[in-house]
């Protein structure tokens, strides 16, 4: 809750609304966060706070322009990434390790970071938390796949890794609904996701997943999937009680909480089956 708690003007930084909106918006969502659940989730927070913001102006999408710089940005390097792998001795655990340093583009915590910078640190890191064997395992005998996506630019290194997978029935997760920066199907339509997996949303405006809140056709494919591979701090806190899924959980550590949840350091790079995580409530 502290987090969201720093998170109020940031973002009404963000827009240009008066100030007595601003001051109704944060007694609104003070009130909203006063009355909250005890296990309610951070993103389901984040949600809400976006409502309140998009009450008062007129651009629902709070982060259309960076999330349109970052998808332009990462389709230009997408070639010499795909390059990159083609080269490779090991182009699937470098394809993973790619998406995973993608997950720094995030706008959500307000931290600084240079994509750049993330992804040339990958390649000379090892994972903190690597259960990559297991997962490359796991995707070999699967009959469904289900790739459940975070952050727009991250998207481009999830699209090259989708294709490394080269799985017949992976099927890509957006968000139902904008929400800060996460990906919906406009980002997936740009990056041409579709070319290498099918699509479908989760049904939601929560930068997360949910499943209390999420769509009754994503349901039932998220039930049925052989193996699901979950992108980002947002699908971690969400999803943090399915320790009995085959769940694979894939980001970059982002801030002192997950570092605290995970027993790894902020920066690390991780790839953690779900069982591994510890059993409990989400995280608040």
Known sequence: MLCQLKSISR???????PESDCLEIIQNYLCYLGNAEKHITNPELAAELNRQIAKYHPDKELYRKEKQEFNAYMMRKYKDYSNMLKESDDALR???????????????????????????QVLKSELRIDDSVRLFEDLRHARTVLYLGDNAGEIVMDKLFIKTINHPNLTFVTRGKPVLNDVVKEDADFVGMEDVCSLINNGTDIPSTVLSQCSDEFLEVFHSADVIISKGQGNLEGLITETNRNIYF????????????????????VLMHGSNLPKGEGLL
């Open 94 to 120: 470098l394809a993973a390790k790619l998406a995973i340093a993608g997950n720094i583009i995030d706008f959500g915590p307000g931290h600084e970071f240079s994509v750049d910078e993330t992804i040339s």
């Open 11 to 17: 973002h009404l930084n963000k827009v240009q609304i």
């Open 250 to 269: 894939l980001f970059t550590v982002k801030c002192h909480a997950i570092a605290d949840l995970t027993l790894t350091n902020k920066g690390d790079f």
